[in-house]
T-cell receptor
Framework: AQTVTQSQPEMSVQEAETVTLSCTYD???????LFWYKQPPSRQMILVIR??????QNATENRFSVNFQKAAKSFSLKISDSQLGDAAMYFC???????????????FGKGTKLSVIP | EAGVAQSPRYKIIEKRQSVAFWCNPI?????LYWYQQILGQGPKLLIQ????????DSQLPKDRFSAERLKGVDSTLKIQPAKLEDSAVYLC???????????????FGPGTRLLVL
Protein backbone atom coordinates (compact mmCIF):
# COMPACT_ATOMS: atom_id res chain seq x y z
CA ALA A 1 0.00 0.00 0.00
CA GLN A 2 1.13 3.51 -0.72
CA THR A 3 1.87 5.93 2.10
CA VAL A 4 2.34 9.69 2.11
CA THR A 5 4.30 11.47 4.82
CA GLN A 6 4.31 15.16 5.61
CA SER A 7 6.89 15.69 8.34
CA GLN A 8 6.08 19.34 9.09
CA PRO A 9 2.84 19.65 11.07
CA GLU A 10 3.11 23.45 11.06
CA MET A 11 5.03 26.07 9.13
CA SER A 12 5.02 29.84 9.07
CA VAL A 13 6.21 32.38 6.54
CA GLN A 14 6.42 36.15 6.34
CA GLU A 15 4.18 37.77 3.79
CA ALA A 16 5.97 38.13 0.42
CA GLU A 17 8.58 35.53 1.38
CA THR A 18 9.04 32.00 0.04
CA VAL A 19 8.23 28.79 1.87
CA THR A 20 8.70 25.12 1.01
CA LEU A 21 6.47 22.33 2.29
CA SER A 22 7.86 18.80 2.30
CA CYS A 23 6.27 15.54 1.26
CA THR A 24 7.65 12.05 0.84
CA TYR A 25 5.83 8.97 -0.35
CA ASP A 26 6.37 5.27 -0.58
CA UNK A 27 5.32 3.22 -3.59
CA UNK A 28 6.54 0.34 -5.70
CA UNK A 29 4.76 1.65 -8.79
CA UNK A 30 6.46 3.52 -11.60
CA UNK A 31 3.51 5.50 -12.91
CA UNK A 32 1.41 7.69 -10.64
CA UNK A 33 0.23 11.21 -9.96
CA LEU A 34 1.04 13.52 -7.09
CA PHE A 35 -1.10 16.42 -5.92
CA TRP A 36 -1.01 19.28 -3.49
CA TYR A 37 -4.38 20.33 -2.09
CA LYS A 38 -5.13 23.41 -0.03
CA GLN A 39 -7.78 23.39 2.68
CA PRO A 40 -8.61 26.85 4.09
CA PRO A 41 -10.49 27.15 7.38
CA SER A 42 -13.80 26.95 5.46
CA ARG A 43 -12.76 23.31 4.79
CA GLN A 44 -13.26 23.27 1.01
CA MET A 45 -10.28 21.43 -0.45
CA ILE A 46 -8.85 23.02 -3.58
CA LEU A 47 -6.34 21.52 -5.98
CA VAL A 48 -3.15 23.60 -6.04
CA ILE A 49 -0.91 21.67 -8.38
CA ARG A 50 -0.50 18.24 -10.01
CA UNK A 51 2.57 16.31 -11.14
CA UNK A 52 2.69 13.28 -13.43
CA UNK A 53 5.43 10.87 -12.40
CA UNK A 54 6.46 10.20 -16.00
CA UNK A 55 7.24 13.88 -16.56
CA UNK A 56 10.70 15.03 -15.53
CA GLN A 57 9.76 18.68 -15.67
CA ASN A 58 8.51 20.12 -12.40
CA ALA A 59 4.97 21.48 -12.49
CA THR A 60 4.33 25.18 -11.89
CA GLU A 61 1.14 27.17 -11.35
CA ASN A 62 1.75 30.88 -10.95
CA ARG A 63 3.37 31.32 -7.50
CA PHE A 64 3.26 27.58 -6.77
CA SER A 65 5.88 25.14 -7.98
CA VAL A 66 7.04 21.68 -7.03
CA ASN A 67 10.37 19.94 -6.70
CA PHE A 68 9.72 16.37 -7.79
CA GLN A 69 12.53 13.92 -7.06
CA LYS A 70 11.29 10.54 -8.28
CA ALA A 71 14.27 8.49 -7.14
CA ALA A 72 14.11 10.01 -3.68
CA LYS A 73 10.29 9.78 -3.66
CA SER A 74 10.09 13.40 -2.65
CA PHE A 75 7.51 15.98 -3.73
CA SER A 76 7.88 19.41 -2.11
CA LEU A 77 5.74 22.48 -2.72
CA LYS A 78 7.26 25.94 -2.99
CA ILE A 79 5.10 28.99 -2.50
CA SER A 80 6.70 32.22 -3.70
CA ASP A 81 5.63 35.73 -2.72
CA SER A 82 3.42 34.35 0.05
CA GLN A 83 0.09 36.07 0.55
CA LEU A 84 -2.28 36.16 3.52
CA GLY A 85 -4.74 34.08 1.52
CA ASP A 86 -2.21 31.25 1.34
CA ALA A 87 -2.79 30.47 5.01
CA ALA A 88 -4.37 27.02 5.13
CA MET A 89 -3.76 23.32 5.61
CA TYR A 90 -1.83 21.83 2.73
CA PHE A 91 -2.19 18.16 1.89
CA CYS A 92 0.06 16.10 -0.30
CA UNK A 93 -1.72 13.24 -2.08
CA UNK A 94 -0.79 10.22 -4.20
CA UNK A 95 -2.83 8.48 -6.86
CA UNK A 96 -1.85 5.38 -8.75
CA UNK A 97 -2.07 5.41 -12.54
CA UNK A 98 -3.14 1.79 -12.46
CA UNK A 99 -6.45 0.37 -11.36
CA UNK A 100 -7.76 -3.10 -11.96
CA UNK A 101 -11.20 -2.27 -10.61
CA UNK A 102 -11.40 1.32 -11.77
CA UNK A 103 -10.64 2.84 -8.39
CA UNK A 104 -8.14 5.68 -8.52
CA UNK A 105 -8.06 6.35 -4.82
CA UNK A 106 -6.29 9.44 -3.47
CA UNK A 107 -4.00 8.72 -0.51
CA PHE A 108 -3.40 11.82 1.58
CA GLY A 109 -0.71 12.83 4.04
CA LYS A 110 -1.62 14.29 7.42
CA GLY A 111 -1.17 17.84 6.24
CA THR A 112 0.92 20.90 7.04
CA LYS A 113 -0.68 23.97 8.59
CA LEU A 114 0.75 27.09 6.98
CA SER A 115 0.51 30.44 8.72
CA VAL A 116 1.33 33.67 6.91
CA ILE A 117 2.63 36.49 9.08
CA PRO A 118 1.77 40.03 7.93
CA GLU B 1 -20.29 26.65 -12.35
CA ALA B 2 -21.79 25.59 -9.05
CA GLY B 3 -19.53 23.55 -6.80
CA VAL B 4 -20.16 20.42 -4.77
CA ALA B 5 -22.93 21.04 -2.25
CA GLN B 6 -23.22 19.30 1.10
CA SER B 7 -25.66 19.47 3.95
CA PRO B 8 -25.87 19.84 6.82
CA ARG B 9 -22.68 21.75 7.60
CA TYR B 10 -22.70 20.71 11.25
CA LYS B 11 -24.34 17.92 13.18
CA ILE B 12 -24.20 16.94 16.84
CA ILE B 13 -25.68 13.62 17.92
CA GLU B 14 -25.39 11.19 20.77
CA LYS B 15 -23.75 7.81 20.35
CA ARG B 16 -26.01 5.07 19.04
CA GLN B 17 -28.13 7.62 17.16
CA SER B 18 -28.43 7.73 13.38
CA VAL B 19 -27.31 10.49 11.06
CA ALA B 20 -27.40 11.12 7.31
CA PHE B 21 -25.38 13.42 5.10
CA TRP B 22 -26.33 14.64 1.67
CA CYS B 23 -24.16 15.53 -1.30
CA ASN B 24 -24.97 17.10 -4.66
CA PRO B 25 -21.99 16.86 -7.04
CA ILE B 26 -21.09 19.21 -9.84
CA UNK B 27 -23.51 18.84 -12.72
CA UNK B 28 -22.37 16.21 -15.19
CA UNK B 29 -19.78 14.62 -12.91
CA UNK B 30 -20.03 10.86 -13.13
CA UNK B 31 -17.79 10.01 -10.21
CA LEU B 32 -18.60 10.77 -6.59
CA TYR B 33 -16.46 10.15 -3.49
CA TRP B 34 -17.12 10.22 0.23
CA TYR B 35 -14.13 10.85 2.50
CA GLN B 36 -13.78 10.81 6.27
CA GLN B 37 -11.36 13.35 7.74
CA ILE B 38 -10.57 12.83 11.41
CA LEU B 39 -9.04 15.80 13.22
CA GLY B 40 -5.31 16.01 12.55
CA GLN B 41 -5.37 13.59 9.65
CA GLY B 42 -5.79 13.67 5.91
CA PRO B 43 -9.02 12.53 4.28
CA LYS B 44 -9.59 8.81 3.92
CA LEU B 45 -11.78 7.41 1.16
CA LEU B 46 -14.92 5.67 2.38
CA ILE B 47 -16.72 4.93 -0.86
CA GLN B 48 -16.53 5.79 -4.55
CA UNK B 49 -19.39 5.74 -7.08
CA UNK B 50 -19.27 5.72 -10.83
CA UNK B 51 -22.74 6.95 -11.86
CA UNK B 52 -24.97 4.95 -9.49
CA UNK B 53 -22.65 1.95 -9.13
CA UNK B 54 -20.11 1.37 -6.37
CA UNK B 55 -16.50 1.24 -7.58
CA UNK B 56 -14.70 0.99 -4.25
CA ASP B 57 -16.12 0.58 -0.74
CA SER B 58 -13.25 -1.38 0.73
CA GLN B 59 -12.73 1.11 3.59
CA LEU B 60 -16.39 1.63 4.44
CA PRO B 61 -17.36 0.12 7.84
CA LYS B 62 -20.34 -1.66 6.40
CA ASP B 63 -21.73 -2.75 9.78
CA ARG B 64 -22.70 0.85 10.48
CA PHE B 65 -22.11 2.95 7.37
CA SER B 66 -24.15 2.87 4.19
CA ALA B 67 -24.26 5.05 1.11
CA GLU B 68 -26.32 5.30 -2.01
CA ARG B 69 -26.38 7.35 -5.15
CA LEU B 70 -29.77 7.11 -6.71
CA LYS B 71 -30.07 8.05 -10.39
CA GLY B 72 -26.35 8.72 -10.50
CA VAL B 73 -26.61 12.27 -9.14
CA ASP B 74 -27.15 13.06 -5.45
CA SER B 75 -25.74 10.82 -2.77
CA THR B 76 -26.52 10.09 0.86
CA LEU B 77 -24.13 8.71 3.47
CA LYS B 78 -25.69 7.23 6.59
CA ILE B 79 -24.26 6.14 9.93
CA GLN B 80 -26.36 3.86 12.11
CA PRO B 81 -25.60 3.56 14.98
CA ALA B 82 -22.95 6.24 15.48
CA LYS B 83 -19.92 5.74 17.69
CA LEU B 84 -17.71 8.30 19.39
CA GLU B 85 -14.90 7.56 16.91
CA ASP B 86 -17.13 8.62 14.02
CA SER B 87 -16.60 12.25 15.02
CA ALA B 88 -14.98 13.74 11.93
CA VAL B 89 -15.55 15.90 8.88
CA TYR B 90 -17.25 14.06 6.04
CA LEU B 91 -16.20 15.35 2.67
CA CYS B 92 -17.90 14.73 -0.62
CA UNK B 93 -16.00 15.12 -3.88
CA UNK B 94 -16.80 14.64 -7.54
CA UNK B 95 -14.93 14.35 -10.80
CA UNK B 96 -16.02 14.38 -14.39
CA UNK B 97 -15.19 10.80 -15.22
CA UNK B 98 -13.11 7.98 -13.83
CA UNK B 99 -12.19 5.41 -16.37
CA UNK B 100 -8.62 5.85 -17.55
CA UNK B 101 -8.26 9.27 -16.00
CA UNK B 102 -6.08 8.96 -12.94
CA UNK B 103 -4.89 12.53 -13.44
CA UNK B 104 -8.40 13.93 -13.16
CA UNK B 105 -9.16 16.66 -10.63
CA UNK B 106 -11.44 15.91 -7.74
CA UNK B 107 -13.60 18.84 -6.62
CA PHE B 108 -14.49 18.88 -2.95
CA GLY B 109 -17.49 20.16 -1.07
CA PRO B 110 -17.27 22.17 2.18
CA GLY B 111 -17.85 19.08 4.30
CA THR B 112 -20.12 18.15 7.20
CA ARG B 113 -18.62 18.31 10.67
CA LEU B 114 -20.04 15.53 12.85
CA LEU B 115 -19.66 15.45 16.62
CA VAL B 116 -20.77 12.30 18.42
CA LEU B 117 -21.26 12.73 22.19
Amino acid sequence: AQTVTQSQPEMSVQEAETVTLSCTYDTSESDYYLFWYKQPPSRQMILVIRQEAYKQQNATENRFSVNFQKAAKSFSLKISDSQLGDAAMYFCAYRSAYSGAGSYQLTFGKGTKLSVIP
Amino acid sequence: EAGVAQSPRYKIIEKRQSVAFWCNPISGHATLYWYQQILGQGPKLLIQFQNNGVVDDSQLPKDRFSAERLKGVDSTLKIQPAKLEDSAVYLCASSLNLWGRARETQYFGPGTRLLVL
